[in-house]
């Protein structure tokens, strides 16, 4: 596979076929402790007092991005193309079979959380990539093919373009206004209190004023921060997090049994100070979030080509039914 | 429904529901002569010497853009909005129970290309809108609801995201080099040789280097135009449109039973040309194509949000096949 540039959009396709991901036929969950050897070398794990895993991550069996080699960047003609290198992991959040982490505690949260932060950071350390997309699909119709609860970390040596296009925009609110753009949102949405959803005092959630799908949330760390690892470095704000997501995503799945939970988070630093002089705006500028993105099975195409989201239900009607459950 | 615009990313969302249409459950095609009844008045058709019409134009009974009113742009507090003002038209391309553009004369073809000529020409003397989008569905997967052949005329307030995106690199390109960006990307595809498809006189047609979707094919004017409603005024030039156009369906339908076609035209001048000062690097760095785009059953989550498309098949390898079919 190698990583391919459009030069008429900038959009980047890995072009050419992954390795097929053999299916397990004999019924066992390859994520369930004691199951280990269905699934690749532990890279990292935490541990119970008693020495078993409690949160396990492993490589992608099938990567879209591989660890091994340089990015060997090379024009073909007018044409940009570099090796898809970077690295695909899967995150087990626990040993049991739990599906979904509403039916995890906040201790339990609380150390999911963390490894995400260890393997970000590990991540980031490496500056062939320039940003580590962290994400979690629920549900068959969200392209979940185990139910096992998991999620997967990409480090990817190009800036995935929607968080492009966040970064261009904050920087340009920044510019203009010398203020968070985020934070401008926040103080708006908690001003109006129409599209929120619920608080606790280190972070705010609501439905975006331009939700792409219905019942869509975001969260958002109250004070300023363009960090996520060193936020959660702060144990009391690592708690908060764990209570509002299980708070949020018991909410989300009382009304969708397939969603997504992506992390924008911001791109490594270490590599952005090549691609933009410095990190100094984008420490001011960019404020990092979680998305939860309800998925619901038509699309149009205006909507699949990402010309216009159309969405049926007004985030102010969805943040009500959201606050009263 | 109303247009919103997220600040973070500014890509817009309709919100609020749409009128359902009602499905029609006698088992007649509404689109079918003689089954007028079924669908709104007719906005415009062409006719046949005994007075039968041959392509009929209508607005969509589930609009997404509405034609009446003003666009009524208004803050809410930081958030922009406007209302959908736009219009929502549909095609039926045949009045026989045709599926499909290869089961067509080249003929019958060219009388579709002067209806899209005449509805964009028509939709662009209104101000309110800045683009046309024209495009067609085939096959449940790409979303088509009505197997008789038709397409989509959307009137758009705003540019849609790809288009602008297009519009933005071709004149950096066009800025820095003096060259249209697709010109260039023509002359190199007709040098290597390696993932053109088909050309005649005036068209070319390839795999482009970084396909989003296997078997995905871009046909382009030769010669340099921004305008499609100009290029095909010439009827030499409209005859060797409809050719390619039938040769290149007929190919891609021996691969796949579901695609988007969709015009990529240049916005709509008089109102462009308050947007951005002049169009004068309009017309010389913009070139107009359209793009087939094959659909696939599954989309991953990266490939969804337009963070990286994936895509198995090699445009090598895909225009090797397509070129000997």
Chains 1, 2 share one sequence.
Not at 193 to 209: A, G, H, L, Q, Y
């Amino acid at each position: 596979m190698e990583l391919r540039q459009d030069p008429t959009t900038r959009l980047w396709t890995l072009t050419g076929a992954r390795e097929e991901e053999k299916a397990e036929k004999d019924g066992r969950c390859p994520f369930c402790r004691g199951n280990e050897a269905l699934t690749p070398k532990t890279i990292s794990a935490f541990y119970s007092n008693r020495g078993e895993w409690t949160v396990r991550v492993f490589p992608d069996k099938s990567p879209v991005f591989q660890i091994e080699g340089d990015l060997d960047k090379k024009a073909e003609g007018m044409f940009d193309k570099m090796k898809n290198i970077g690295a695909h992991e899967v995150i087990v959040e626990t040993p049991g079979h739990a599906t979904s982490l509403s039916m995890l505690s906040e201790n339990e949260i609380l150390d999911i959380l963390k490894m995400y932060r260890e393997r970000i950071s590990d991540l980031k350390k490496d500056r062939r990539f320039k940003y580590v997309i962290l994400f979690k699909n629920h549900g068959t119709l969200a392209g979940s093919t185990v139910e096992h609860l998991h999620s997967h970390v990409v480090a990817t040596p190009v800036i995935p373009a929607r968080l492009e296009r966040e970064l261009r925009w904050a920087k340009n609110h920044y510019d203009m206004k010398g203020r968070c753009l985020f934070c401008d949102i926040i103080y708006q949405e908690s001003k109006q209190k129409i599209r929120t959803v619920f608080e606790n005092k280190d972070f705010i959630s609501f439905c975006p004023f331009a939700s792409r799908f219905p019942y869509e949330v975001w969260i958002l760390p109250a004070i300023h921060s363009h960090s996520f690892e060193e936020t959660i470095q702060k144990s009391t704000i690592a708690d908060s997090l764990a209570r509002i997501l299980k708070v949020i995503i018991s909410k989300i799945e009382g009304i969708t049994p397939a969603y997504h939970i992506v992390f924008h988070i911001s791109p490594n630093e270490s590599s952005f100070r090549t691609m933009r002089g410095d990190i100094g705006t984008l420490m001011e500028d960019f404020h990092w979030h979680i998305e939860i993105l309800p998925r619901t099975e038509g699309m149009s195409r205006l909507q699949r080509e990402e010309e216009f989201y159309i969405n049926a239900v007004p985030p102010e009607d969805a943040a009500k039914r959201l606050r009263e459950m």
